[in-house]
C-alpha cells in the first residue's frame, strides 16, 4: 500500500478530530481495488483508538478494555469510498479506461483475434465486460454508493481488531445507543476473500 495515502488520511482525520470534544476513530483503508481478473483483491480496513492507537472495534464508545487509555471517542457514519474515491464508478474501470463497463482487454469482444486465432479472452473469460464490476461500471466496494457505511467497516475490520483484541465484537448489527457489550461473533458482510495486506 502507499504509505502516503495513508498519512494523508490520518492528517484529515487528525484536523476532524480537533473540532469537536471527543476524538474521532480512526479507519484505515489499506489496499488497492483489483483492475484486472489477475489482481488479487488486497483491501481490508483497520480501525483504531484515536488516542492509543490499539486496533479497536468501530462504535466503542469508550476505550474500556484499555484502562490507562479509557478515552470517549466517536466515529463518522460512513466514510468515502477509498477505491472509487468517492466517485462510485469502478476504479477498473476507470484505471483500464472501460468507459462502457467493456473488457478493455478484447475490447468487449470476449475473443482475442490474432494471427487468425482467436482465443478467449483471459481478462473477462470470455464475458466481454470488466471482470470486476461485470458490466455495470459500478464501484464494486460500495456498490456505487460512493460511501462506506459504518456497519460495513465494521464487519470488515473485524478480524483485524480480533487478532490483537480477541474480543468478539464483529457483530455487524447497526447500534443503538453506544457500543455496549456485544455477545455474538459472526462473520457476515465478508463475501469477499479474506483481504490481506500485501504488495504486489
Ligand atoms: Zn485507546
Ligand atoms: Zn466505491
Ligand atoms: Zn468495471
Ligand atoms: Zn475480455
Redesign the pocket.
Known sequence: MKLKHVAVLLATLALAACGGGKQEGIVTFVGFAPVTANDKDVRGVQTFCPNCKEPLAIDTARHKENKKCNIDMVWAKDYRCPSCQGSGI?A??TQME?TK?ECYNCKGEGVLIYAGKSPTCPNCKGNKV?P??K???KCDQCNGDKVITKEVVKAKAAKFVRKDGDLPESDPRPPDKGAEKKDEKKDEGDKKEEPKEEKK
Request: proline share 0%; aromatic share 0%.
Open positions: 469502478c477498473a474501470c472501460q463497463g470488466c470486476i464490476c458490466g455495470t461500471r
